[in-house]
């Protein structure tokens, strides 16, 4: 028989991580609401046209990353790379202006057609972040500060908010041109990668990891050195606020970010344990995304978190503040009879607010406990022929070692006596 494997570069998340991973959203959900961020969630394909327009067609997730298909009428659509573009095309779509709705964070699967490597998949998991209808610097420090508080809330340590401004389209161009006239001198020294974005989009450039090229690179032109009055004023601010707040960040002139709709404020949080793909999230302003997919001029910052590259950074260790599991209780039975005792039994602890689980495993009750200790039973209940005549019933605290033979009405109160009342 045929097996089948997932497909290269995506991942199985199963317990104990797939159990991590709904806590951290647990965890992120309470801080999203406390920032008044609100859920969104759109559909995970789209119109290709929306990422080619939004994202640009120059970059590398739309000229070689996207997963683009026919559907059946012929329209191309495009499973998500990312999620702003879909946000902002359903802010005004659904004219979330009018309704106040400004504060928006989303959770799921992107998806890029990448070489994979550890923390480069190509279904990975972002948790994003859109604020929409803010253009002054205090909501950059906002989203920023967003950004360090969930990763102090899960005791995330080692991280670095690398900031930079890309400017804007005026002063980008008069940039661009000058970078594009140092960078043609240097061709020779640079790689055939460098020498195609030279043409396409020479900001990318600069994003180079080649290590040949970064001595021709280290001295070009920076962007922050040109931008034009407002954008140096925005900069300056945002800069203000986050030290204001006692946010370290260091300046990388030469962060440019992988996608177009950039203005002004760009950032990205990074970690060297992540090794070369070293970013846990990245994001900055898109002042001009609204307008240019149909909306009103609404300017707007977010970022998104890659919750692979979060989870490796977390390791195995238990969240600060995370609890120990509920206790569990297990009930072991040795016959069938027994088992339709046990399966009444279970019903009716969890509706008393107790985890409980029926062992289905038949065998003597000494199998039964084995079984209720590899699954962390914190106490255990065992149903026997004995028991069931007697209607005594064997309650243990697996922890002392203590043993009751019980009524059956009576086991509820017992179970909180050791260990607490139920939720
Ligand atoms: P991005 O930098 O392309 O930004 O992605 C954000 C994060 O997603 C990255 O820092 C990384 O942690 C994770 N990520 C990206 N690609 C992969 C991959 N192939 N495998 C695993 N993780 C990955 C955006 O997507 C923007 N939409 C962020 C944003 C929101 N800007 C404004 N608002």
């Given at each position: 028989m045929a097996t089948y494997k997932a497909p290269r570069g995506t991942n199985d998340f199963i317990p104990p991580q797939s159990e991590r991973m709904c806590v951290i959203l647990g965890r992120m959900r309470e801080l999203f609401d406390r920032y008044g961020f609100r859920p969104i969630?759109?559909?995970?394909?789209?119109?290709?046209?929306?990422?080619?327009?939004?994202?640009g067609e120059e970059t590398d997730i739309v000229s070689k990353e996207m997963y683009s298909f026919a559907d059946r009428k012929g329209r191309s659509l495009t499973l998500r790379p990312e999620g702003t573009a879909s946000v902002v095309r359903a802010y005004v779509q659904n004219n979330l202006d009018h309704l106040g709705l400004g504060r928006l964070y989303y959770v799921?699967?992107?998806?890029?057609?990448?070489?994979?490597q550890k923390g480069r998949?190509?279904?990975?998991?972002?948790?994003?972040?859109?604020?929409?209808?803010?253009?002054?610097?205090?909501?950059?420090?906002?989203?920023?500060?967003?950004?360090?508080?969930?990763?102090?809330?899960?005791?995330?340590?080692?991280?670095?908010?690398?900031?930079?401004?890309v400017g804007c389209p005026d002063c980008r161009d008069l940039y661009m041109q000058k970078l594009r006239r140092c960078l043609e001198e240097r061709k020779p020294l640079l790689c055939?990668?460098?020498?195609?974005?030279?043409?396409?989009?020479?900001?990318?450039?600069?994003?180079?990891?080649?290590?040949a090229c970064q001595d021709p690179l280290a001295d070009v032109p920076q962007i922050v050195d040109e931008l034009c009055g407002g954008c140096e004023e925005h900069f300056a601010e945002t800069r203000g606020g986050l030290e204001a707040l006692d946010i370290p960040y260091v300046l990388n002139p030469r962060l440019v970010r992988g996608l177009d709709y950039y203005t002004r404020t760009a950032f990205e949080v990074t970690c060297r344990r992540l090794g070369s793909q070293s970013a846990v999230g990245g994001g900055g302003r898109y002042d001009l995304l609204v307008e240019q997919l149909g909306g009103k001029p609404t300017p707007a910052i977010g970022f998104a978190i890659g919750l692979e590259r979060l989870l490796m950074l977390l390791g195995e260790e238990r969240l600060p503040g995370e609890g120990a599991a509920e206790p569990l209780v297990w009930v072991g039975t040795s016959t069938g009879e027994a088992r339709k005792a046990g399966a009444r039994l279970v019903h009716s602890l969890r509706r008393k607010g107790?985890?409980?689980?029926?062992?289905?495993?038949?065998?003597?009750?000494g199998k039964q406990m084995k079984l209720a200790n590899r699954n962390g039973a914190a106490a255990t209940i065992l149903l026997g022929e004995d028991e069931l005549s007697s209607g005594r019933i064997a309650v243990k605290h697996m922890a002392r070692g203590e043993q009751l033979d019980l009524g059956e009405n009576d086991i509820d109160s017992q179970l909180r006596q050791w260990f607490g009342d139920r939720p």
């Open positions: 969630e759109t559909p995970i394909f789209e119109e290709t046209e929306l990422f080619t327009r939004s994202v799921g699967p992107m998806f890029r057609y990448e070489r994979p998949y190509r279904q990975f998991f972002q948790v994003g972040v859109e604020f929409l209808g803010e253009s002054g610097p205090l909501a950059d420090v906002e989203v920023i500060d967003l950004f360090c508080h969930l990763a102090e809330s899960l005791g995330l340590e080692g991280l670095s908010v690398e900031l930079n401004s055939g990668d460098c020498n195609r974005r030279l043409e396409t989009n020479p900001l990318r450039v600069l994003d180079c990891k080649v290590p107790w985890r409980a689980q029926l062992g289905y495993g038949t065998g003597n009750l």
